[in-house]
């Protein structure tokens, strides 16, 4: 009984702390719905046609009639990069004499190859992103076409894609995968991740700050305290990402499939691993600032990779960030929406929860000692 | 004895935090515990609430050995009658001021009406009553820190613990601060006081505890320790037409060392806490006395004498918030 109202004074105070931090609260809720909406939508036709924009010079180095350079021709592409087609060394040359701002390859395996100054600008970010949408939505597109069976079904849809990338019915009734839909993925998985920061707040707020050795003084079980905590922080996390969901759902009409539980059960795997990681880096470091920013750093790297643009030959590791929590809660979620490998969903979904079980076990140990 | 910390040892790598202290504390006492930057005051009560481990030493609270764990293990059966005031501000900044005293009220176990009942007390006595729904952050620097007295103070502990609890305010918050204390102590709450003031200390504390380079230099009332380290007291009486012969009469009186005439004014000095400055004023009734000044020696005077160093070095030496 005494528990009991413990845990909900430390759950009620907790949960009031998270949402009353501004910073919090804005790069967590809003930034991510301004970020799908501009990213979601900068190659669909809500731009109006007369937007004051200077195309970005980009080189092109892919096969002639692949699907990458048909997409890269289109319309509403052009609106933004202004392409010149080339062989791999030429592009390379006007790389260097800064005449564009990235080259765009295609690997053999139709993976995208970026290349950009390290010092890449906003151009060389935006043209990025276009190049990236276009590998969102072919892989969205993956999704789809792995589990139909309707080879002329497949070809419409390609038709589509390539002729229009903006939201549209096929005959047959299904959704055609657009950029927004991926993006929406993508982003919700990430702000998730990075909704662990509010875990490291509190955490630090209430157990080794001096407000800490107030709690630390008063008579309240470790088990009560910390169980507390972590329910208001998970669901502090989660609510903003449902904030973001629910926005791409009615807003923005994303696609989220008829699976939607699954999708937020993922989710909220995902929010769950982020606190057990963000703890543990707090415990590990045991600096507050420190903590955040390596938090950040692993998370945006794993948002990087996951989202797979990027082809770095990491050989065997690649196979490592195949497993990754944020590339299981991609291949669940994509599963979720357009159909995918029961066996390999459910299994992956497993993994994620016990990445998550293990953080939480490890976070603990660590903890004992810390707190000793 | 209320609490008994015997031959505690506590080490940061090279450095002794504290060096074998011993403090003991009576039922309904106020004991200062005076020290410069990094004698070791906050060490100690971080180990004496439980919140760190000493390498060695013994602690017993309200009569009980409560073991050497750290982390705040001790049992809830003792946490309950301690109070804590943290050196540095310990709030919820974007909570209100009510709903700070009110979570720290329910983690001790109160509830409902006697919850609204104690915190609106609290409010009341601190003088943050118009402001309990406002948050800490829009607070001045002297009301975060009554509020930060506020939250320890909701359960009303038995003991109360202040760690520099005056640190960079404003005079009138200080005053308001040093008579809560004085008051609560009253009403039968033994407190302990850390402070680098020492007039705080003269003012609140029956007794204290001087400490340096984690060790206790000298314990005992104020007058105690005066007498004790500082064997002189000055008393200058200024006279209208004086002669010698006073001054004659004057070394005869008890405790008086020494007396020299200088103009009109006769410098005595005389043994600490010998009380003899009405004698001193009887003999020199038949001559028109001017002026009197007596100078009693201040804890900064006996922290110099032990140490030969001052107190506080420089400025407050405080936080600026
Ligand atoms: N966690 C720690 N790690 C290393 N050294 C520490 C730690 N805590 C305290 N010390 C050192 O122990 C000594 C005593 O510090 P303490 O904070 O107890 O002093 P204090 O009397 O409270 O000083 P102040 O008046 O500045 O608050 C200092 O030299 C300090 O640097
Ligand atoms: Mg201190």
């Known amino acids: ?372 | 004895m209320l609490l008994e910390m015997n031959d505690t040892v506590k080490r940061y790598r090279a450095l002794t935090a504290l060096d074998h202290l011993s403090l003991r504390i009576q039922p309904g006492e106020t004991l200062g515990l005076l020290g410069p930057n990094g004698a070791g005051k906050t060490t100690a009560i971080r180990i004496l609430t439980g919140l760190t481990k000493a390498d060695a030493g013994e602690l017993r609270l309200f009569g009980k050995n409560v073991g050497n764990k750290g982390g705040g293990a001790f049992p809830a059966s003792v946490k309950r009658r301690i109070g804590l005031v943290p050196q540095d501000l310990a709030l919820y900044e974007t909570l209100s001021a009510r709903e700070n005293l009110e979570y720290f009220g329910k983690l001790y176990g109160i509830y409902g009406a006697e919850l609204k009942k104690r915190v609106d007390e609290t409010l009341e006595v601190l003088g943050l009553s118009d402001v309990g729904k406002k948050v800490p952050k829009k607070f001045s620097g002297g009301m975060k820190r009554r509020l930060n007295i506020g939250c320890a103070i909701i359960h009303k502990p038995e003991l109360l613990i202040l760690d520099e609890p005056t640190v960079g305010i404003d005079p009138q918050s200080r005053n308001h601060i040093l008579d809560f204390v004085d008051e609560i102590n009253r009403q039968g709450t033994t407190v302990l006081y850390t402070s680098h003031y020492m007039e705080e200390v003269e003012r609140l504390c029956s007794r204290v505890c001087i400490m340096d380079a984690g060790r206790v230099i000298a314990d005992g009332t104020v007058g105690q320790i005066a007498k004790s380290t500082i064997f002189e007291e000055m008393i200058t009486l200024k006279i209208k037409e004086p002669s010698p012969s006073l001054t004659e009469s004057i070394k005869k009186v008890q405790g008086v060392i020494n007396c020299t005439l200088e103009g009109k004014k006769f410098t005595i000095t005389s043994a600490v806490g010998s009380g003899n400055l009405p004698r001193i004023l009887e003999v020199a009734t038949p001559y028109t006395i001017l002026g009197v000044s007596a100078q009693s020696a201040t804890l900064e005077d006996v922290f110099l004498a032990l140490t030969g160093k001052r107190l506080r070095d420089g400025m407050d030496g405080g936080e600026a918030s």
Not at chain 1, 54 to 70: R, T
Request: proline letters at 3%; a negative charge; one cysteine or more.
């Open chain 1, 1 to 372: 009984m005494t528990n009991l109202r413990q845990f909900s004074a430390v759950f009620i105070a907790s949960f009031k702390y998270c949402w009353r931090n501004p910073v919090a609260v804005a790069v967590l809720t809003a930034f991510p719905i301004l970020i799908i909406f501009v990213l979601g939508n900068a190659l669909s036709s809500y731009m109006s046609p007369d937007y004051d924009f200077e195309p970005i010079p980009v080189a092109v180095a892919v096969a002639e009639e692949s699907g990458l350079q048909i997409f890269l021709q289109n319309e509403e592409v052009l609106k933004f990069l202004d392409l010149t087609f080339t062989d791999a060394k030429t592009a390379l040359e006007l790389l260097e004499n800064d005449d564009v701002t990235i080259i765009i390859e295609e690997g053999e395996d139709g993976k995208l190859i970026v290349t950009r100054p390290r010092t890449a600008g906003m151009n060389a970010q935006i043209a990025t992103s276009v190049a990236d949408s276009y590998m969102q939505t072919s892989k969205a597109m993956e999704y789809a076409i792995i589990n139909s069976s309707d080879f002329h079904e497949i070809t419409e849809l390609m038709q589509i894609l390539n002729a229009d990338i903006s939201v549209t019915e096929t005959p047959l009734g299904k959704r055609v995968p657009s950029a927004i839909d991926y993006y929406a993925v993508t982003m919700l998985v990430m702000i998730l991740l990075y909704t662990g920061m509010n875990g490291i707040e509190l955490f630090n707020k209430s157990m080794f700050s001096e407000t800490g050795e107030r709690m630390l003084t008063a008579p309240v079980s470790k088990p009560v305290l910390i169980s507390g905590l972590l329910s208001a922080t998970t669901l502090t996390s989660y609510l903003q990402g449902l904030i973001t969901f629910l926005f791409s759902y009615f807003v923005y009409g994303v696609y989220w499939g008829e699976r939607i539980p699954l999708v937020l059960l993922t989710l909220f795997g995902v929010t769950l691993f982020s606190q057990a990681v963000c703890i543990f880096l707090l415990l590990l470091i045991k600096n507050h600032n420190a903590a955040m920013g390596a938090a950040q750093g692993i998370f945006w790297t794993s948002t990087f990779v996951a989202g797979g643009y990027v082809k770095i030959d990491f050989g065997a590791v690649q196979q490592v960030f195949d497993y990754s929590p944020n590339s299981l809660a991609h291949t669940v979620i994509f599963g979720a929406i357009f159909g995918g490998n029961e066996s390999k969903m459910t299994f992956d979904l497993c993994l994620l929860f016990a990445y998550t079980a293990v953080m939480f076990v490890i976070t603990f140990l660590l903890g004992k000692r810390r707190l000793a």
